[in-house]
Structure formats: structure tokens, C-alpha cells
């Protein structure tokens, strides 16, 4: 039978404490602070494409309790024109990613391709360079939306290819995961996001 010396002992116990002492930091990390996410459609074009691997600040709009939709603390709220990460309303085990076009309290209306915050246009970029087109329940032609307490009102930045609050209405901030801070792949397209 095979037998460790006192030297071998201790590096094994070094060893173990090491890697175990990695793991919780890179699990703690990756639930509280940051965390990593691969785009898979082309509903942010051009802002994100598919493929890009993106790094979410998750703590941004405050720690949820792991596993639950449970907030224990709230630091911020999205400000128009974040690109959020959230578990999706229908669905909330997939992770959905658009932007935050308004927040509790706004009024949001589509009209003639522009969106209107609270009866002014955004103009602003990026929302200065998409035609917003009026398909789904919410946001039709002429149809003003009141984004209740709690929620937010999200887009893609593809808006004829996008599934967003058009389709199904609100997020709610209990589904929040956080927001997106930066591409880091690939290699030419690496950059900060706003």
C-alpha cells in the first residue's frame, strides 16, 4: 500500500486548502460581483452580436439571495439606455439581455419609429439609430404605456429582430440579474458598453 511521507502530507493539505479556498472565491465572485455571459442572438445588433462574451456587474442594481428572486439589498436602479441582463418574465431560468427604455413611473410610446419618454423623443444614441417598429401587445401605434412600480421597460437594440416588453410586457426588478459592463471577446471587439 502506498504511503505519504510528512512532506507529501503537507503539500497535499496545502494543495486542498488552496484549490477549496478558489472555488468559493471564484463561486462568491460569480454570484455576488461578476459574472460572465456569451450572447447567443443577434436582438442587440449592433451593440452586441452573436457570439460576443460579454462580463455583467451584478451587483449594480443590488445581491440577490442565490437561488431565489429575493433582494437583500438594493444599491441603484437601471437608468434609461443600461443594457440589463435579467431572467426572462415567461421563462426565468433563460437570461435575457436589452436595454432599460423605462423605469416605474415613465409613460412609453412608439410612435412613427421613435420612442417617446415621458412625451419627449429620445434622441439620443444609440436610441437616435433604430427604427422601432410597433409589433407586439404592447407599445402599438398611438398606445401610451405606463411602466408600473417595480418594472422596467426593455428593448433590443435590433428592434425588427427582437423579443422584448413589446411581446411580453415588463421586467420586474425581482428579475434583475445585473448590468452589462463590458465585451471581452472576442479579441477585436473588446470594449466598454453604454
Not at 70 to 99: C, L, Q, W
Not at 145 to 158: R, T
Amino acid at each position: 500500500m502506498f504511503k505519504l511521507n510528512d512532506a507529501q502530507k503537507a503539500w497535499a493539505k496545502d494543495f486542498f486548502e488552496t484549490v477549496v479556498t478558489a472555488v468559493i472565491l471564484a463561486l462568491i465572485i460569480r454570484t455576488f460581483v461578476i459574472q460572465p455571459f456569451k450572447i447567443p442572438t443577434g436582438s442587440m445588433e449592433p451593440t452586441l452580436i452573436p457570439g460576443d462574451r460579454i462580463l455583467v456587474l451584478r451587483y449594480a442594481y443590488g445581491l440577490r439571495i442565490p437561488f431565489t428572486y429575493k433582494r437583500i439589498a438594493k444599491f441603484h436602479s437601471p437608468e434609461t439606455g443600461d443594457i440589463v441582463v435579467f431572467n426572462y418574465p415567461e421563462e426565468p431560468m433563460r437570461d435575457f439581455i436589452k436595454r432599460c427604455v423605462g423605469k416605474p413611473g415613465d409613460s412609453v410610446e412608439l410612435r412613427n419609429g421613435q420612442i417617446y419618454l415621458n412625451t419627449n423623443p429620445l434622441k439620443t444614441d444609440p436610441f437616435n439609430r433604430v427604427y422601432y417598429y410597433n409589433r407586439g401587445p404592447y407599445g402599438r401605434e398611438g398606445e401610451v404605456l405606463h411602466v408600473p412600480q417595480d418594472n422596467y421597460f426593455v428593448l433590443g437594440d435590433n428592434s425588427a429582430s427582437s423579443k422584448d416588453s413589446r411581446y411580453w410586457g415588463y421586467v420586474n426588478d425581482k428579475y434583475l440579474i445585473g448590468k452589462a459592463l463590458l465585451i471581452y471577446w472576442p479579441p477585436n471587439r473588446i470594449r466598454i458598453l453604454k
